[in-house]
Structure formats: C-alpha cells, structure tokens
C-alpha cells in the first residue's frame, strides 16, 4: 500500500452523489456520515 500527503495548498475534491451527501442534512450537518466526515476524523479536523 503506498501512502500519499497532501501538500499545503492542496486540495482534495469528493465527488459524488450519495457518497458524499450521507445523511449531511440532517443531525449529521454538515459533513454527514460518507467519506467527507472519515477523511476529516482521519486528518484530526473532526
């Protein structure tokens, strides 16, 4: 498995539907329970 940073500046875009929407309007506002919230949790934002 090879591991990549994200350099300062960088970006990473979600792109999707359901994937990234999950439940982000309801108790789960505003990251929801998709990938937007377990990448966030994993850098230490969350």
């Known amino acids: 498995m090879t591991s990549t940073k994200l350099k300062t500046g960088q970006k990473l875009i979600f792109m999707g539907d359901s994937i990234t929407d999950c439940g982000r309007r ?3 506002y505003p990251l929801g329970q ?3 919230r377990i990448f966030t949790r994993a850098a230490g934002q969350v």
């Open 26 to 28: 309801a108790e789960h």
């Open 34 to 36: 998709g990938y937007a």
